[in-house]
């Protein structure tokens, strides 16, 4: 009876473990491959089925080029090695590990590991150059006219920093890497042999001769990272300014070369040595010239520093100064900024506003965040609906301009009573928002309301020939689920009375659900398995709205652009609803320009080049070029042909609601406020610093603090001009005072949109700045 326990059993445990882990497997890689599949469905879906599948071909290329690479490179390291070393590795079957001999067979064992950490970094290696394919392409995509602009120092063109030198970086990134594994593969080969000599009671001669080839392979790699980082001195931020330094030129520039020699003949030393003699000191003396090197340009450095430079910093260091100055201002775009005398009389003339009742009677009175929350109180009619922020723009009413403030109704989801949230109604019927109320920036009723043109649902006009023939809101900022459409199933439209409007989707975008195989997949891919497959009221036809917020969509389809944080709806002539989105490229490699925070990003280089309009409806999304002399944008084009069109093809009821963008305005005010002053002696002693205008506000935890201005749109006639003009201005005080001193304005109508002004005030006299004139209202009884 106890004989049977005794007897062999089949490992049960290592068999499920092994089941488990290929269910495992499998479960990831269908979940990836239906994630493809219906990522390729959605870019066709949009008619840019092209770009998906560039961008993946792309990436697969730079991800099987690399990963076979690092591969090849590393396991014919450890192949080489062992060649090298065949007879001690095959007749050993011990090996001396921590005082002790153990039985092992080593050449296996050493092969099986090598093997796996090959693969394993081949892999990781391949996956993240595959996340830096941008670098990579845009490399290959370069446009060569670059407008004869060069660096001073190595009259280099601007397409060497913004494309060429990143994917160098990129490579001798990856190529560092290589060295360094390869010369800790080659240590582990020189710690196994004297181990299998310990185990042998032997001694015989370390093998130092692929320890020197993966050395002299380091040292190349090294070299490498040191000519890239000559260039990468015009690139350094310093205290005062960036770009290359009097020393960086005269020194380090130099300097660099003679180490990357030394580094060269330091290399050329270990390959000798791997060849000849064999021994480790060579190795040590193959890097004393590139050591010697950095220590002597060290030395001298540090004497031009504080000898030649600091006794007589402003007259050394004026040319680079200089050149930081005007090649910052190109970077963000303040080159060809207007700069106008504003004299700010404090007085008003009565012919001052006869001349100016346009601009007068498009003041703006409702601040956005009391519109906000009246409109919450009186036009979201039933909870789940939501206003969550409020646009500003201009529109032609009974053949005058005027400036209005739109928000947009949509539905929020997370409001729906907690007995409503199930499948069927987040998924089926509450698809859509609906509807915009529109309203001048002035205009009140006699309760204090804000005077509506478009309001209610369905939506009402008190103006002719403004009217929203397609108010349903498919595609906004608050929809953040997949809904399904042209369903059996009626969707909820908007309340009428006791009853409900009832409404079915007529638009041609989302993925067709088509036949139960696909619709499985697509089911498994947004986490609908247990409902999609079995539901009656889905068919063929119906279709997957996904990417519904507007963001989330334009980065989908072009990560490579950064993204306005506030898209603004737009009312076309034809009645339909569409947003309109700034896109902006960066880069932190254009040369002697200073760097400054975007989000997460540290950056020298920005442009608006592109507008991003999305179909309130349909979801139909249309990038249209705006700045065609941007090169990155140029790059982007030739990797993408048929995502982009020009600006010239943008409709022209869109086209004219188009406006400065938020974000690049409120990065120029602030590198203007410092870039500004043009002459290197005020720069360098930043006697004329200006900030941002400051207003008192609330900080999260309720505290009153201060805060930089918001940028403020306006329709007004500019100072000096002829005509009313959509302009977003900012104003700007001196540094750590709260007196104004200017203000700058980026226009966005006809032939002067993408253009700045900036507008000086008299420095004799000193003009009231925001905080100033609360602090006077909050002194005034009556006003405050």
């Not at 970094?121 to 670059?146: C, F, K, N, R």
């Not at 206003?387 to 739109?406: K, N, S």
């Not at 659900?513 to 619709?519: A, H, I, K, V, Y």
Request: aromatic fraction near 12%; glycine fraction near 6%.
């Amino acid at each position: 009876m106890f004989e049977s326990i005794d007897r062999p059993r089949p490992p049960r445990r290592r068999s499920f473990l092994l089941i488990l882990a290929v269910i495992v497997a499998a479960l990831f890689v269908c979940r990836t491959a239906f994630s493809y599949y219906v990522d390729a469905l959605w870019f066709g879906s949009l008619g840019y089925s092209d770009v998906f599948w560039k961008k993946q071909g792309i990436q697969c290329v730079v991800f099987t080029a690399f990963a076979a690479a690092t591969f090849l490179v590393l396991y014919g390291t450890f192949l080489a090695l062992k060649r090298a070393h065949a007879t001690e590795l095959r007749n050993s079957q011990t090996i001396l590990i921590r005082g002790q001999v153990v039985r092992l067979p080593v050449e296996r064992v050493m092969r099986l590991v090598a093997l796996g950490v090959s693969l394993a970094l081949a892999l990781g290696t391949g996956a993240g150059m595959m996340a830096e394919w941008s670098s990579l392409v845009l490399y290959w995509h370069a446009p060569q006219a670059m407008g004869g602009v060069v660096d001073p120092i190595f009259g280099k063109p601007l397409s060497f920093y913004l494309f060429t030198l990143p994917a160098w970086q990129l490579v001798a990134g990856w190529l560092m890497t290589l060295a360094v594994v390869a010369c800790v593969i080659a240590a582990v080969f020189i710690l196994i042999i004297r181990a299998l000599d310990g185990a042998h009671g032997i001694y015989t001669p370390l093998p130092w001769r692929g320890f020197s080839i993966a050395f002299a392979f380091l040292l190349l790699t090294i070299a490498l990272r040191v000519y890239l980082g000559r260039f990468e001195q015009l690139l350094d931020d310093h205290t005062i300014f960036a770009g290359a330094t009097y020393t960086d030129a005269h020194v380090w520039i130099p300097g660099m070369l003679a180490i990357f020699v030394a580094l060269v003949l330091g290399a050329g030393i270990a390959a000798v040595n791997a060849v000849s003699a064999r021994r480790v000191r060579w190795l040590v003396a193959s890097v004393l010239p590139a050591a010697a090197c950095y220590l002597i340009f060290q030395i001298y450095g540090w004497y031009v520093s504080s000898f030649i430079v600091k006794p007589n910093e402003l007259v050394r260091e004026q040319p680079y100064i200089a050149r930081n100055i005007e090649w910052t201002r190109q970077a963000y775009g303040l080159g060809s900024v207007l700069q106008r005398e504003f004299p700010a009389e404090t007085t008003v003339e009565a012919a001052d506003a006869a001349n100016n009742q346009a601009t007068l009677q498009n003041i703006r009175l409702w601040d956005w965040r009391a519109l906000q929350d009246t409109l919450r109180q009186i036009q979201e009619i039933r909870t789940y609906y939501d206003f969550p922020d409020i646009d500003i723009d201009r529109y032609e009413i009974d053949g005058t301009m005027r400036q209005v403030m739109l928000a947009t109704r949509e539905l929020n989801v997370e409001k729906l009573p907690e007995s409503s949230r199930n499948w069927i109604n987040e998924k089926l019927i509450y698809t859509h928002g609906y509807g915009i109320t529109m309203n001048p920036v002035n205009g009140f009723t006699s309760e204090g309301l804000p005077t509506l043109m478009l309001s209610n649902m369905p939506v009402q006009s008190t103006v002719s020939g403004l009217n929203v023939t397609r108010p349903e809101v498919y595609f906004g900022e608050l929809t953040n689920t997949d809904v399904y459409v042209n369903t059996r199933q009626q969707e909820f439209n908007y309340p009428q009375g006791q009853t409900n409007s009832l409404t079915s989707y007529q638009g041609k975008g989302g993925i067709v659900l088509g036949g139960l195989l696909r619709r499985l997949i697509i089911a498994f891919d947004r986490g609908d398995l247990a409902k999609l497959p079995f539901s009656d009221d889905v068919s063929r036809d119906s279709r997957l709205l996904m990417r519904r917020n507007v963001r989330e969509r334009v980065s989908a389809l072009a990560p490579f652009l950064t993204l306005e944080p506030d898209p603004y709806i737009v009312l076309g002539d034809d009645g339909r609803l569409s947003w309109i989105m700034d896109g902006f490229t960066i880069s932190d490699s254009y040369p002697y320009s200073s760097h400054y925070r975007l989000d997460s990003n540290l950056i020298n280089y920005m442009r608006n080049s592109v507008k991003v309009v999305v179909d309130a409806y349909d979801g139909t999304t249309t990038f249209y070029v705006f700045d065609s002399e941007d090169p990155i944008i140029a790059a982007w084009r030739s990797v993408f042909p048929s995502l982009f069109k020009d600006a010239s093809q943008m409709p022209p009821d869109l086209r004219k609601h188009v406006r400065y963008p938020e974000l690049l305005l409120n990065l120029q005010a602030t590198v203007y406020g410092l870039y500004h002053m043009t002459d290197p002696g005020v720069f360098y002693n930043r006697e004329d610093l200006w900030t941002i205008a400051g207003e008192t506000g609330r900080d999260a935890s309720g505290a009153q603090t201060t805060q930089p201005l918001e940028p403020n749109f306006v329709l007004m006639k500019l100072p000096g001009e002829n005509g009313m003009e959509f302009v977003e201005i900012l104003p700007f005080t001196p540094a750590n005072r709260n007196n104004l001193i200017g203000w700058i304005a980026g226009r966005s109508d006809g032939p002067h949109y993408g253009t700045t002004v900036v507008y000086d005030f008299p420095k004799t006299r000193l003009i009231d700045g925001p905080q100033q004139i609360e602090a006077r209202i909050d002194q005034n009884a009556q006003l405050s």
